[in-house]
């Protein structure tokens, strides 16, 4: 099966701060990724999507400028959380399909913790 | 308005036992649907899936969900659960308007020996 990893699994920072975390597709080409954001007992909530070499489609309330995602090949994306708040805290998780197809098969990373102090 | 709810936040079976998860859907079309698994320290893992013809899907697992339109449910089951099931389950839909995935709150299993 197709596997995606995060980087890291968990992160603690200090309030101010920029955190960056990393999402790879480790045996596909992923022509695209998706963020996600998930608070304890709720849903995963879609960020973004991104394609490769195009810029991130943000969703409505999602701040593209706190939120900077790149996706500079087909096996890695980023999420860059800028100027960190404790609001920020979360789980994020990151997603891939080798296809832009909506119904394509999303595979899930691990998810990465992040706690903002 | 939530898309895809998830009635249920908690259930508990016995292993053996039989086990059903309701899941139901607002769209007026019928929109593709999901059931992924969540496992501590894994990602979501893909159950199976529904997009048309028949309404009785098999997934992985052993896990099985039935399409009902009249009811706009698409429930998942199992005959028997085994310990390793226990888990977070969640349902999720295809939005028709934008193509986006929606995911309800999910339903933690929990399963007692």
């Known amino acids: 099966g197709a596997v995606v990893s995060q980087h890291p699994s968990w992160v603690i920072c200090k309030s101010g701060t920029s955190v960056k975390i990393e999402c790879r597709s480790l045996d596909f080409q992923a022509t695209t990724m998706f963020w996600y954001r998930q608070f304890p007992k709720q849903s995963l909530m879609l960020m973004a999507t991104?394609?490769?070499?195009?810029?991130?489609?943000?969703e409505q309330g999602v701040e593209k400028d706190k939120f900077l995602i790149n996706h500079a090949s087909l096996t890695l994306s980023t999420l860059t959380v800028t100027s960190a708040h404790p609001e920020d805290s979360s789980f994020y998780i990151c997603?891939?399909?080798?296809?832009?197809?909506?119904?394509?098969?999303?595979?899930f990373g691990p998810g990465t913790r992040l706690t903002v102090l | 308005a939530q898309s895809v709810t998830q009635p249920d936040i908690h259930i508990t079976v016995s292993e053996g036992a039989s086990l059903e998860l309701r899941c139901n859907y607002s769209?007026?079309?019928?929109?593709?649907l999901f059931w992924y698994v969540q496992s501590p320290g894994q990602g979501l893992q893909l159950l199976l899936k529904y997009f048309s013809g028949d309404t009785l899907v098999q997934g992985i697992k052993g896990f099985e969900a039935e399409f009902k339109r009249s009811q706009s449910s698409f429930n998942l089951r199992k005959p028997s659960v085994h310990w390793s099931d226990a888990a977070e389950y969640f349902c999720?839909?295809?939005?028709?308007?934008?193509?986006?995935?929606?995911f309800g709150k999910g339903t933690r299993l929990h399963i007692l020996p």
């Open positions: 991104s394609n490769e070499g195009s810029k991130a489609t943000y």
């Open positions: 999720a839909a295809i939005r028709p308007r934008d193509d986006k995935i929606i």
């Open positions: 997603s891939a399909t080798r296809t832009p197809t909506s119904t394509d098969t999303q595979y």
């Open positions: 769209y007026g079309a019928t929109p593709y």
